[in-house]
């Protein structure tokens, strides 16, 4: 009899994507600056770390709330016992109170509507599970996060449809492309529940424009079954215009007068603009009642630590703190955002414009030898142990056009981003010039490229096998 | 509109258990505020060492404040912070009579969390696991709702004092192949809840044996493991299965251990659960499956630091299982004192008790009826063995360890006075009609007709509320109590 269950035994988890390879690669080799300078610099993990200093200081400031204190009071044996999932209410209010903030107080949550999920990732897939059946399907606009094949499918065996954006219009929804979409969807015999999008986008790093939004609400609109998931885990990373626009704003500006409020969900969670992502802290947020119960009873499977509920109350009540820090923190990635790009640019790469998100999405085309996945592939072999970068292929994102790439910029000091933007400078200069002495020489240069590269990839499937 | 999962009712959450909590949340006792209110021993919750932990952080504020080692370092979710220091308190909660490997223990929000993942481990929709009952009602929900997995119910008997034995398994076995269901494996929890007792070596080896026999799996939930209070000592499933060499038929694959600090610590708030498994597939399956409830690393760290402290983890276990059996044996004696009995039990937060003689028949419409009157009428919510799926009506789980001890003894001197009336109602032989009764319940104080009349008129839907003799005997109770008054 089989051992564990299909689930456990399948590959759906997604787990063996390059995504999750080449920060296998920088796990054995990672760069330190005084240990190992030429490690593999990590540029694949979207982290948000430019700001601690300011939530180290708010911690200094008030060590009593981190020391189960209110008001001079011990409160560990409440917050030690408090397992009630329907979350600490003050830390809702605060945390309703910082996602208005955060949308420049144009819309307002109510505390009752949310459901404290352990991370985003916990509260995507119980959204799955609360709005689609085994086999029911989902439409994801393309390039997307690739840990959503695991979350949002794995356990709960819903299917995703992708909807094919490119970079003729800089990757935005159009109607044609939903429309394909579902009739994909059609065709696979698949039932559509829905649309789940990422505002501000993973990995694009922009917002989705006004029209994109009512695009997709009218879309749902027609079909009466079907919902949309707006997961706006990056809204507090916006550092440039044009701003950020909730889908919440976009049902304000209707008057919900097409009654799909109840239809239209938010995801939420402090990982990327905090910078938190060991707190797990998520949240849904839902007009619709009966998908907050169900959804509140499912979080008993990963509830927020009340440890972390209680800190998090206080900080984010502080709103002196809160409005300093968003400002703060904005400026910080944009300044980060811009190295980047100029960095890049020297090295005669382009991105995708971006107003926001913790990484820019950058346009290697020009540097495949065919446009085809294999030659991404073999670029991004040559990134990861060449160069000594790890970032993240568009493939793996399920992008439709090969050669783009998403680069990390927050999560590494400014020095060690120069670092990795001088060696990419130097890897693209070497390889013009290998290219141009190639030709210039004919065919020997040529047979040793060919040969390093098929030695990396035979290297590649051997670590394959042995994973 | 929603999906089949988020509109059905197979998470459980209208069973007796929760309908118990919902009324306690409306008239909570409380000494100065509400006196008469109704005291919560439906809560199998450790109150009783908070003390020890709350000196403990007084003497590290450093970690506490996440000062030592600076918040840059902890708040990152891939770094793994805690587990040398777990699997080594674990090793210490079973008189280091096994020794465990950091690498096979997967961290989880809570035993909730990896009981759950458990099930999606190892069975696919529409299999099931064996389970014993009397069992914890949130099973119900934790290992069926999401997973689509089905519990076979193992019934056990007062008859052997609640033991498995080999026999009622391969009865269980037998009744599933019937309903053509496929088990995965026995699901058990030691020390068990609601029971309150340990599991003894050769109900482990029946354990084993059954499990060599067909190839299945066992999942040990030994949440309560730090709360054995008495002897016989605890012996884990994972020492047994250490100490047997022959014949174990690679079934060392196949036993997994739950754990958390939820009982034992008395931090369930703090969502720290956890999966060990000598099974490296199971373990890769089970880490990957561990993101959709990680662990905070705030909590992580404190945890960490914690365990660190030998000499407070020591002390602190000594300390918490002398209290637990100083409380246990507080209730045993109020209990006995009223002409209760309960099961011989040597560890958890609650007994198991025997109120058998005072249903007014051997069914289990009596023990709801008797249930709803120690509600409302005792002012004490405790667990009915139904919402247990327990076989025998008239067992109660009644929790001790959270509570203060003078609140205690008023639940066990309003219950000796219950029993009391009760038992110079029979010894009367008085009887009186449906009208009558109705009548003498007119007269109760409001708050108690308001209580029963709410429950009555609220939960009428689920199954009948009876009419005749059994109610009959239920005013007569009421009647004579109020006319002592």
Not at chain 2, 200 to 226: P, Q, V
Not at chain 2, 263 to 271: A, S
Not at chain 2, 396 to 418: G, I, Q
Request: with cysteine; glycine share 6%; hydrophobic share 35%.
């Amino acid at each position: 009899m089989r051992l564990l269950s299909t689930k456990a035994t399948c590959n759906s988890h997604g787990q063996d994507s390059s995504y999750f390879l080449g920060w296998q690669e920088y796990e054995k080799n990672p760069y330190d600056e005084i240990h190992n300078p030429k490690g593999i610099i990590q540029m694949g993990l979207a982290e948000n770390q430019l700001s601690f200093d300011l939530l180290e200081s708010w911690l200094a400031k008030n060590p009593d709330v981190a020391g189960f204190k209110r008001d001079g009071k011990s409160i560990f044996r409440e917050l030690a016992l408090f397992q009630d999932y329907h979350g600490l209410p003050s830390f809702k209010k605060a945390l309703v109170d910082f996602m208005a903030e955060i949308r420049g107080n144009k819309v307002t949550f109510d505390p009752d509507h949310i459901v404290l999920t352990a991370g985003a990732t916990s509260a995507n897939e119980t959204l799955m599970f609360c709005l689609a059946d085994q086999g029911e399907a989902f439409l994801l606009p393309t390039p997307y996060y690739p840990g959503f094949d695991r979350d949002l499918k794995w356990r709960t065996g819903a299917e995703i449809v992708p909807i094919q954006c490119t970079s003729s219009n800089n990757f935005q929804i159009t109607e044609t492309a939903l429309k394909q979409a579902y009739e994909e969807a059609r065709k696979r015999n698949l039932r559509v529940k829905g649309v789940l999008v990422t505002n501000p986008s993973n990995p694009l790093g922009t917002t989705m424009s006004r029209s994109e939004l009512n695009l997709l609400v009218d879309f749902i609109k027609e079909k009466t079954d079907m919902h949309l998931i707006s997961d706006e885990i990056y809204s507090g990373t916006v550092f440039s215009s044009p701003g950020f626009v909730s889908v919440m704003e976009i049902l304000k500006e209707r008057n919900d007068t097409d009654g799909i409020g109840n239809r239209v969900h938010v995801v939420y969670s402090l990982s990327k603009d905090l910078g938190l992502p060991g707190f797990r802290v998520g949240a849904i947020y839902s007009e619709n009642d009966t998908v907050v119960a169900a959804a509140t009873k499912m979080s008993s499977f990963g509830l927020v630590s009340s440890q972390t509920q209680y800190l998090l109350s206080a900080m984010l009540g502080d709103k002196k703190f809160t409005r300093n820090y968003i400002v703060e923190n904005q400026k910080r990635l944009k300044r980060r955002q811009r190295m980047m790009v100029s960095g890049l640019q020297k090295a005669g790469i382009s991105c995708l414009e971006s107003n926001a998100g913790l990484f820019c999405w950058v346009d290697m085309r020009h540097l495949l030898h065919s446009n085809t996945f294999e030659a991404e592939m073999e670029l991004w072999k040559k990134i990861v142990y060449q160069v000594g970068l790890n970032i993240s292929p568009g493939s793996s994102c399920h992008c439709t056009e090969p050669g783009w790439f998403r680069v990390c910029f927050a999560n590494m000091s400014e020095e060690t981003l120069t670092l990795a933007m001088k060696r990419l400078k130097n890897f693209v200069v070497e390889s013009t010039c290998t290219q141009r002495s190639a030709l210039f020489n004919g065919t020997s240069k040529r047979k040793s490229l060919t040969k390093w590269v098929f030695r990396l990839s035979s290297r590649d499937h051997r670590e394959q096998e042995e994973r | 509109m929603l999906s089949r999962k988020a509109s059905e009712d197979s998470h459980g959450q209208d069973s007796y258990y929760f309908l118990g909590w919902q009324e306690y949340e409306k008239n909570p006792y409380h000494l100065i505020r509400n006196p008469t209110g109704i005291i919560q021993m439906g809560l199998a919750e450790n109150q009783l060492s908070f003390d020890l932990l709350k000196s403990w952080l007084r003497r590290n504020p450093d970690i506490v404040g996440m000062k030592k080692d600076g918040l840059s370092s902890l708040v990152l979710d891939h770094e793994v912070i805690s587990y040398g220091e777990l699997v080594e308190f674990m090793s210490k909660i079973r008189g280091n009579g096994v020794k465990f490997a950091p690498e096979k223990l997967v961290l989880t929000a809570g035993a909730t969390h990896a009981n759950e993942i458990m099930m999606f481990c190892l069975a696919d929709p529409g299999e099931a696991f064996i389970l014993p009952t009397p069992y914890y009602p949130g099973f119900d929900r934790d290992l069926k709702w999401r997973t689509g997995v089905e519990i076979v119910p193992m019934h056990c008997s007062s008859s052997n004092g609640f033991r498995i034995t080999s026999s009622s398994l391969e009865e269980a076995y037998q009744k599933a192949q019937k309903l053509n269901l496929k088990v995965k494996g026995v699901f058990v929890t030691n020390p068990s809840n609601p029971l309150g007792i340990t599991m003894t070596k050769t109900e482990l080896y029946h354990l084993i044996d059954f499990a060599i026999e067909k190839n299945i799996h066992i999942i040990s939930d030994e949440i309560y493991s730090g709360t054995v209070f008495n002897s016989p000592k605890f012996v884990s499933i994972m020492e047994v299965a250490n100490e047997r060499t022959s014949n174990m038929n690679n079934v060392r694959n196949r036993i997994h251990i739950v754990y958390s600090l939820s009982k034992d610590l008395g931090v369930p708030g703090f969502r720290v659960g956890m999966i060990y498994s000598n099974n490296e597939m199971l373990v890769g399956a089970a880490t990957k499956m561990s993101s959709f409830g990680l662990v905070s690393s705030q909590t992580q760290y404190l945890v960490a630091n914690l365990l660190k402290d030998k000499k407070f983890t020591s002390k602190y276990i000594e300390e918490n299982q002398r209290r637990l059996k100083r409380r246990k044996e507080m209730l045993k004696s109020g209990l006995r004192n009223a002409g209760i009995r309960c099961l011989k039990s040597n560890a958890g937060l609650f007994c198991w008790v025997d109120m058998r003689h005072l249903l007014s028949s051997a069914t289990f419409e009596a023990e709801k009826e008797l249930w709803m009157m120690i509600l409302c009428h005792v002012g004490l919510n405790i667990s009915p063995g139904s919402s247990c799926h327990c076989y025998e009506p008239g067992w109660f789980r009644v929790c001790f360890a959270n509570m203060s001890e003078d609140t205690l003894k008023l639940a066990m001197r309003r219950m000796k006075a219950f029993i009391d009336s009760t038992v110079s109602v029979v010894n009367q032989g008085k009887g009186c009609t449906y009208e009558q009764s109705v009548n003498a319940i007119r007269e109760l104080r409001s708050w108690q007709m308001h209580g029963i009349r709410q429950i009555i008129g609220d939960h009428s839907d689920i199954g009948d509320w009876p009419r005749g003799e059994s109610v009959t005997h239920a005013f007569r109770v009421l009647a004579v109590s109020n006319e002592e008054r």
